[in-house]
T-cell receptor, first 113, second 113 residues
Framework: GQNIDQPTEMTATEGAIVQINCTYQ??????LFWYQQHAGEAPTFLSYNVLDGLEEKGRFSSFLSRSKGYSYLLLKELQMKDSASYLC??????????????FGGGTRLMVKP | EPEVTQTPSHQVTQMGQEVILRCVPI?????FYWYRQILGQKVEFLVSFYNNEISEKSEIFDDQFSVERPDGSNFTLKIRSTKLEDSAMYFCASRDSVTDTQYFGPGTRLTVL
């Protein structure tokens, strides 16, 4: 099976930097995704890591260490609109089929003025 | 920018009734998925679909559930006899084979009374 852990809640200040961690245990690892989800809305794709290292996309960066089963999402220059849940999702090979995503419980980020 | 669309946005039904949730994936995507999210809980994988057949399904996806691609654009999820515990947000997703990213539709909120 798969186990994905991320903090339940975090609070940060507008303009600051925040790092949201995710640890996972899985066999057949085939990529880690970060999604943003505002309340009552669909998950929106943010970033994807399949190899170790840092992927940067504007204000958002994501890091992966496969040997440690660890990823983080870094959000810079926080804005009020960044208040949302951030979902870590792992993809694993299952009989080479499907490429389903297994999601963590999400980290609810509150950005304060 | 192409998007996954879903209808209806909200469906209310009586326990024991059949419901069909509809999705139009992004037109050049080949892999389709259904996920659900019970209020306040994590996003859970239900089923993946490729080349007109199910490629993977979770334990949640029992005999009460079925999927179909009735034509070249629609992808449907049918629940034969709804239970109270089927109340959730149902998300359809389709995968871009080039970027390996799943894009989610806006969801259908299913309420079973």
């Amino acid at each position: 099976g798969q186990n994905i852990d991320q903090p339940t809640e975090m609070t940060a200040t507008e303009g600051a930097i925040v790092q949201i961690n995710c640890t996972y245990q899985t066999s057949g690892f085939n990529g880690l995704f970060w999604y943003q989800q505002h309340a009552g809305e669909a998950p929106t794709f943010l970033s994807y890591n399949v190899l170790d290292g840092l992927e940067e996309k504007g204000r958002f960066s994501s890091f992966l260490s496969r040997s440690k089963g660890y990823s983080y999402l870094l959000l810079k220059e926080l804005q009020m609109k960044d208040s949302a849940s951030y979902l870590c999702a792992v993809r694993a090979f299952h009989n080479n089929a499907g490429n389903m995503l297994t999601f963590g419980g999400g980290t609810r980020l509150m950005v304060k003025p | 920018e192409p998007e996954v669309t879903q209808t209806p946005s909200h469906q209310v039904t009586q326990m024991g009734q059949e419901v069909i949730l509809r999705c139009v994936p992004i037109s050049n995507h080949l892999y389709f998925y259904w996920y659900r999210q019970i209020l306040g809980q994590k996003v859970e994988f239900l089923v993946s679909f490729y080349n007109n057949e199910i490629s993977e399904k979770s334990e949640i996806f029992d005999d009460q559930f079925s999927v179909e691609r009735p034509d070249g654009s629609n992808f449907t999820l049918k629940i034969r006899s709804t239970k109270l515990e089927d109340s959730a947000m149902y998300f359809c997703a389709s995968r871009d084979s080039v970027t390996d990213t799943q894009y989610f539709g806006p969801g259908t909120r299913l309420t079973v009374l």
